[in-house]
Every structure is written in C-alpha cells, then in structure tokens.
C-alpha cells in the first residue's frame, strides 16, 4: 500500500530530524485513502488504526483534515463495535469544531455520538416489545411521512 510507503518515508526522515510538511501532507492523505478504501470494504478496525496513524501525525492546533480524521475514526471505530472509543473520538470532534467554528463538524460529530446509538437503543426496545402490531419497516416509513406534517 501506498499509505505504508508514506509511513516509512516519515520514520526515516524522523530519523534524520528533518520531516517536510509536504511530506507529513502526502502520508495523511495517503492514509486518509487506504482508511477510505477499508471503511468501503467493511474492514472496520484496518480503518480506525489508518485514520488514527493519519491524526496521530498531526499535531493538536495544526491546521488540517484533523476534524475530518476524527469523524471518521468515530465512524469506523462505532462500525467496528467500539462504543465507547467512538464516542469519545465525535466528543473530541465536537471539541475542535467548536474551536475551529466548524457548523458542519460540529454537527456531524453530534450525529456520530448519538444517531447509530439511538437507532441500535431502539431496535433494542423494539426487539423486546412483542407487542408491536405493524412491522417495523411500515412504521418507520408512516413516521418518516408524517414527520414534517406533525
């Protein structure tokens, strides 16, 4: 991989205590792909570990994909079954849109830390609730119509 090449060139220009920002650039942006390209394929925790190599390449106030790197590690990280790590990881995004002004971060992260929990919490009580007369999927699409009529 690509990402991988990147990665080595970084160590060994470290080694050398001279490490280009084009350099530092290009190994983010090739980690950020190979994490893009794993998310695609399913394989959650490969992503979460490309996504934090690229954030751990950035220092904390460095200007950069930082926050997009956080929403996306909160992602894989809440796919791959990591509740706890991805919410910390959408609090941490929440934190850097706030400071950066970042309205679309800022929502993003909020819909990360609490949208595929609130959908799981509710199939959770559905799934216990025996009771429920129509299907799922029927109620979900009633709801979803009547919504901005309600």
Excluded at 7 to 24: I, K
Excluded at 51 to 73: F, K, S, V, W
Excluded at 102 to 111: D, N, P
Aim: charged residues 25%.
């Amino acid at each position: 991989m690509l990402s991988s090449h990147y990665l080595r060139a970084v160590e060994y220009a470290g080694a050398d205590g001279v490490v280009s920002e084009e350099l530092v650039e290009l190994t983010v942006r090739a980690l950020r792909d190979a994490g893009d390209r794993a998310l695609s394929l399913h394989a959650y925790p490969p992503a979460a570990g490309f996504y934090e190599r690229a954030i751990a390449l950035q220092p904390d106030g460095a200007p950069g994909p930082r926050g997009e790197l956080l929403l996306a590690l909160g992602d894989a990280l809440a796919r791959a079954g990591d509740q706890e790590r991805a919410r910390e990881t959408f609090l941490t995004a929440a934190e850097l849109a706030r400071r950066s002004g970042s309205a679309e971060h800022l929502a993003r992260a909020a819909l990360g830390y609490g949208g595929r929990f609130v959908w799981s919490r509710a199939w959770v009580i559905r799934s216990s609730s025996p009771s429920s007369r129509r299907p799922w999927p029927s109620r979900a699409r009633r709801t979803a119509t009547c919504a901005p009529a309600c």
